[in-house]
């Protein structure tokens, strides 16, 4: 996983070091020397994380991280303070202005690239499903953030029932969280939904239960326990082990011996991420089914996914990256309903919906536009990668002939793709930017049409 990565280190031979291991990992990087300069690139590049030295010429990085907390623009990318200052008070004063990591110099690369990728990978989520939320919101149909005022369920797991009562009585003085002693056996125990703790703080190795690594892989795994936040404790300091922890899901690493306060302080941050993401999954999943949704294919409809093209055609003016919109039509589709009917038809559009589905990455918009026309909109692409898509997209539909309703026989169909590759797309007088892209992708559709349906054509301002 990739992403921009501002480095704010007041020392140019750091900041030198940090864009080298980064620019190695396929990591973008920007660069700044003051606090000043860190918030301007912060609100104008709107980097995916933050590496930022604790002492900077003009202010502290945690001053810095304040007012990124601040300001909405940029209060959900991820700090991590690389500094040489490792001192019990640092650490609290940053995790209480809201940084996401403390990594004390020198830095072990292997666990530096690894606390990255995770950092990276929730960010990624956060914004996917905070874009969806604003998509609500711009629709006049959103009901506001949910508040939640119970407490978090923390979920304790160690070989012994005694460890994790010690745990317990250490955390509870700084916590209002619930605190769970949990066996390993109990926390992959079937729950309702929602019932899940919000945070599992796990022993890295749980005697005759097995590791605590295979333990967070399987809460990843489950349902009711893939989106809380995991926590690995590590009796000493293991750069693999670390990295390889964070690798399979864990959101955050204990050393022993635990300092309770700063521990709680971690846990709590936690939480209460993980109760913001709770309401934006809530935000997009609930009350609004009818609203946006093809109720045949269960699809997006159009009106979302117009709303959606809007958002991503204003994020790439801000970004300058491209993205992909994609038209694609059922060949002679008219001929199926009036050979075998319209239930026939319908059965046809729902089996093409899972296909298409089933054949896109994760925050690829798929929607039903119109009768047999269907949107694919990819945020972020190259046109190798957006052609690939497309034409792996014909594969899924055409490989393989579709089962009739009631036993009737297979019948094979084919689609035909437009493709547009978009980068701050212009509105016209007439035309906003998401239509004006969804204009060009269909007037290659009807190139691939023109030229004997069953293929992409790309338009050719791509």
């Known amino acids: 996983m990739t992403g921009r990565i501002l480095i704010v280190d007041d020392l140019a031979t750091n900041r030198i070091i940090l864009k080298v291991k980064l620019n190695a990992a396929c990591h973008e990087t920007l ?16 980097p995916k994380l933050i590496l930022m030295d604790m002492q900077l010429p003009d202010m502290s990085g945690i001053d810095v ?35 996401d990591e403390f990594l004390a110099k020198p830095l072990n690369e292997v666990i530096l690239l690894a606390r990255i990728r995770s950092l990276l990978r929730a960010h990624q989520t956060e914004t996917e499903l905070r874009l969806r939320s604003e998509t609500w919101g ?18 304790l797991i160690a070989a012994e029932t005694a460890i994790s009562m010690v745990w317990r009585s250490a955390l509870s003085p700084y916590l209002r ?23 599992y703080m796990i022993a890295s190795d749980l005697g005759r239960y097995g590791s605590g690594q295979r333990l967070v892989s399987d809460l990843r795994s489950r349902t009711t326990s893939r989106h809380s936040a995991i926590a690995l404790v590590l009796t000493q300091a293991d750069p693999e082990t670390a990295a390889m922890a964070l690798d399979v899901g864990a959101s955050d690493l204990f050393t022993m011996p635990m ?14 991420r993980k109760r913001r993401a709770d309401g934006l999954r809530s935000a997009v999943s609930t009350g609004l089914k009818m609203a946006i949704t093809d ?30 919109v994609m038209v694609l039509d059922l060949d002679r589709f008219k001929a199926i309903n009036d050979t075998y009917g319209h239930a026939t038809g319908d059965a046809v559009l729902e089996t093409v919906a899972r296909r298409l589905s089933g054949a896109l990455d994760p925050g690829t918009l798929l929607a039903r536009i119109g009768g047999e026309e269907f949107l694919v909109v990819i945020p972020t692409a190259t046109l190798a990668d957006a052609r690939h898509t497309a034409e792996t997209l014909c594969q899924a539909i055409g490989g393989a002939p579709i089962s009739l309703p009631d036993g009737r026989g297979n019948i094979t169909v084919t689609i035909s793709v437009g493709l547009a590759m978009c980068s701050n797309p212009p509105p016209t007088p007439t ?9 060009r992708a269909d007037a290659a559709l009807m190139g691939s049409k023109t030229d004997g349906r069953n293929q992409v054509t790309i338009n050719s301002a791509a």
């Not at 711009?138 to 979920?155: K, Q, S, W």
């Not at 159009?302 to 959606?308: E, K, P």
């Not at 906003?432 to 969804?438: D, K, T």
């Open 31 to 46: 660069l700044a020397a003051t606090g000043a300069e860190a918030l301007e690139i912060a609100h104008a590049q709107q």
């Open 65 to 99: 991280c304040r007012r990124l907390r601040a300001s909405p623009a940029t209060q959900h990318i991820p700090v991590v303070i690389v500094t040489g200052i490792n001192d019990r008070a640092s650490r609290l004063q940053a995790l209480e202005a809201g940084v």
């Open 138 to 155: 711009g629709m006049d149909l959103a009901e506001g953030e949910t508040v939640f005022a119970l407490p978090g369920r923390i979920g």
């Open 177 to 199: 969280e619930r605190l769970m002693v949990l066996s390993p056996a109990a926390a992959l125990a079937d729950t309702p939904p929602g019932a899940a703790p919000d945070f």
């Open 259 to 272: 300092d309770p306060q700063e521990t709680a302080l971690r846990i709590s941050l936690h939480v209460q």
């Open 295 to 324: 109720p045949l294919t269960g699809l997006y409809n159009r009106r979302y996914a117009l709303a959606h093209l809007d958002r991503i055609a204003a994020e790439s003016r801000e970004t300058g990256r491209r993205f992909a």
């Open 431 to 439: 035309r906003s930017a998401a239509r004006e892209a969804l204009a």
